[in-house]
């Protein structure tokens, strides 16, 4: 009875909430088809869906048949979200220069509107192991207007992100720019397992990016006109950073800004990440904590003032879609915004509102806005948290049902024992929903992060009043900053003692032994039946599935998830060899047939934290958690400057180095080589004639360097690999060059199916002599820039070599069987050249 209350309610209610606005959709992408130059069918095909599904509805409920209003309803939701989506997803103007766009940088000369004010990055901090210095960059949000097209200027359109190397200054959101800049589109993942950036800037409306390497080449062309409201709202964004970062102090003040307004481009990646590892990283994103902590404060102040009651609920719902306004309304703030209008609307009225209903709300308002954004990592964490603090609201709920002999016995207590029952209570209640919303994300965080953060659990109830205190001292440096700066200097010196707290209590967390681990993700398939399975329970009376069958019915998921649903290195007849993307670096993954693997070089040009992130993800990809050995060619640090971060992630059984490359090792070599011994991983030096265990037939042989070897660099004395199985085989030469490669030369060939380029294929003449020399039936540059290197892939291929570069086909993965050689590329998926 109470389930068919309330489908009933449901769909009476659903013309007034949830029919209309779709109709206005529906309407809305309907002018788009029409006002669009070309007809898109799949488009079409959902509107018209939509159309057909809607008056269904309509007559479903109008007879009084409640469940079939409810499906029809549904389906037309979804239908209106598929073509608001296929709209948005795929339909841009004739003239947008993403259209124009390669994935080769060119350069391009536009005029664009400011959309964001100038956002400081700030460099990563010095990293002995990285080995170019990166400097400070600026990233602005811009609308091309026109395109210099020699000397002529050309119409055109197109929504991008706009990166310059050094500091921007002189212009705000709203203002027209003239730009001098490289212009390409957004890459996708090179390896498997990595996060897409192009569908992230797609989902924006993004189709290429503009790059410029110095500040002069942006010029301010016209000023915005003082009635834009994008140049209101910088100025008042630029003030309040202003007021932080006069009043908090160093290095507190960019975390006060990205807490209070979602400045996180100033924090560093390493503040960032202590965040991230300890699964506070919700604390940096402006979400439902923040806007319910500043609307809980700022509706007690205005009672605590006398404000009548309904002007104190329209205050507060002001005051939040102000508030997410003002931080650029991310999808995870207009989530809370719209609960809490929703919330202050419903008492307003004097109803009772509904947590599902106001979630249904925010998603809807979230699909006409954007879509892309429900398929988004950070706005589907935001939805769980609030559905599972509504689904266990019943053991949530304040003691009110108390039995009234235990409450008239807590009230004839003195008050220091009331008042610590109480705090004792609301402790108690914290810790449990935080543990809920923890178990319930896990599996998405781990799909998405490849991360478990049991340490959160402790970590997240401590620091909420740290973090609320510097919200509201924070929320007080805004307010009294411009008008009365001592009291000012008071809340500043607050929020700077909280947020030191707060980052000092996540720094501790983040070196406890097992305060976190790295993880291979689960499958999708199982983390999409895990949330279907909660939906399920949620939408389901209890009496219908009693609790022991719900319990039996997770678990039984859990089984099969961590049976076949977490990828796993297991042994199988085939040698895979993985040629990692890295940029202009080095990296090859081998999984041996008995189950083991073998990693060669990790490391390339710049910070190695985006190596680190390639490396990691191609080896989760696999199911990898354990590295047998690992082996490091020579001393540059593109080859080995993503090892110190790979330990930190992966367990190591063995290092095997050239000799001599640790002998008087001074700078980054000296660090790894403390870091290695620290963790007691053993250093074992390797030289021609050399073989490590491969298991049954897999021959792993040292060519290079000879015994003793030579008196010259690193790279004369590169460590060469070479891998054989089933007949195939693979060459590893490293950085190999003369007088080293000339003693490689010196050997008998053995007749290689798969090499890489010698030193990324730089030096023409020697790479000649290699080929003469190999006759490789495929070559794999690891590179940064393919046409860098097309003379060498020419006399690769001159030779009847086939040619591969990971910078233009993605990682590159070789599998060798008994009776099968495959080799395929990563674009998005695994394909063969």
Known sequence: MNRRRSVSAFAASADRFVAQPLVVLLATVAGGILLDRHLDWSLVLWASAAAVLLPLWYLVWRRGWNSGAVAFLLSAAIAVGGAKHHSHWNLFSSDDLGRAAGHRSRPVCVEAIALTGPRRIPPPPPDVFSSIPSQERTRVTVSVVRVRDGQQWQAASGRAT????????????????????????PDGPRNPGEFDFASFRRSQRELFELHSRWPDSVTLVQQASGWNVRRWLHGIRRFCQDQLERYVQEPQSDLAAAVLLGARDELSRDRAEDFLVTGTIHLLAISGLHIGILACGLWWILRLLAVERRWSLVIAAVFVVSYAVLTESRPPVVRAAVLVVAFCAARLSGRRGSVYNTLAAAALFLLCWNPAVLFQVGPQLSFLAVATIAWFGPLLAWSASEDPLRRLIAESRPWPWRAAGTCAGRLGQLCLITTLIWLVALPLVMHRYQLVSPI??????????????????????????????????????????????????????????????????????????????????????????????RIAVLALWLAVGCRIGMPGGEASPRLVATFVAVGHGACTVIELPDGRTLL????????????????????????????????????????YNALPGLLDRFSVGAVYVPPGMFDSAIGPLAVLREMLERREIPIRPLQAGDRLDGGSGVEIEVWHPAVGGLPRSDNANSLVLSVAYAGAGILLPADIESPGLEDLLAEEPRGWHIVTAPHHGSAVEQQEAFADWARPAWVIFSGANPNNVWLAAAAYEARGARVLHTARDGAVRVEIGSDEFHVQRWRGDWRAP
């Open 162 to 185: 706009l990166l310059v190397d050094g500091a921007l200054v002189g212009f705000g959101a709203g203002d027209r720019l003239r730009v001098l800049a490289m212009i390409r589109r």
């Open 456 to 549: 959160a659990l402790v970590l997240n109830p401590v620091v909420w009043l740290p973090m609320s205190v510097s919200l509201f001292a924070g929320f007080g440096v805004l307010v009294f900053g411009g008008i009365f700066p001592p009291v000012a200097a008071f809340c500043g010196s607050i929020c700077n003692a909280s947020l030191a707290l707060l980052e000092q209590a996540v720094c501790w967390a983040k070196q406890l032994e097992a305060g976190y681990f790295w993880t291979p993700p689960p499958a999708t398939w199982w983390v999409i039946g895990f949330y279907a399975i909660l939906a399920a329970f949620a939408a389901t009376p209890g009496r219908r599935f009693p609790k022991r069958w």
């Open 600 to 639: 060669c070089d990790a490391g390339g040009m710049g910070v190695p934290t985006s190596v680190v992130r390639a490396v990691s993800a191609s080896l989760w990809s696999r199911g990898i958690k354990h590295l047998d050995a690992v082996v490091l060619s020579h001393g540059d640090a593109d080859h």
